[in-house]
């Protein structure tokens, strides 16, 4: 069965979320995934939250220089997940437009955080999609 890209989206978001509640090493994240009989994901899912993990004190800079309400620390965990997933997705993958990036998070927001936490991650999105941040990708793209 093929995977889309939302739903790998949607499976990196999950098991980075957990990464966030858990110190223990992504593999054994991976392996107590696998055992929740509802929960699919594959390599493409698995490698996606390696690199936002690899990527996390980046991600998170670059959360602090959006986010004008709350610290990175006092952001709460599902909000954190989606944002450096979109950040991730918008800095680093060449494959998915930024907008894409921006409004699949959004959409992942709306399913899984509160309604003020929605306009909190498409605010603070919002913002880092008119930064140098975003245009330095678009001028690597070209």
């Keep these: 069965m093929s995977t889309s890209r939302r739903q790998v989206r949607e499976a990196a978001f999950l098991l980075s979320f957990e990464k966030l509640f858990r110190d223990d090493p992504l593999d054994v994240i991976f392996e107590s995934a696998k055992e929740v009989d509802d929960f699919d994901f594959n390599d493409e899912a698995k490698q996606l939250v390696r690199n936002i993990c690899d990527n996390a004190d980046k991600l998170d800079e670059i959360i602090a ?13 599902v909000n954190l997940a989606l944002l450096r997933l979109a950040i991730y997705e918008s800095m680093f993958d060449e494959r998915v437009p930024v907008n894409v990036a921006i ?40």
């Design 103 to 142: 409004s699949e998070a959004v959409k992942l927001a709306q399913a899984y955080a509160l309604d003020s936490d929605v306009s909190f991650v498409n605010g603070v999105l919002g913002s880092f999609s008119k930064s140098e941040h975003v245009k330095d990708k678009a001028e690597d793209t070209q």
């Design 65 to 77: 220089e959006f986010s004008d309400k709350r610290a990175v620390s006092r952001i709460p965990k």
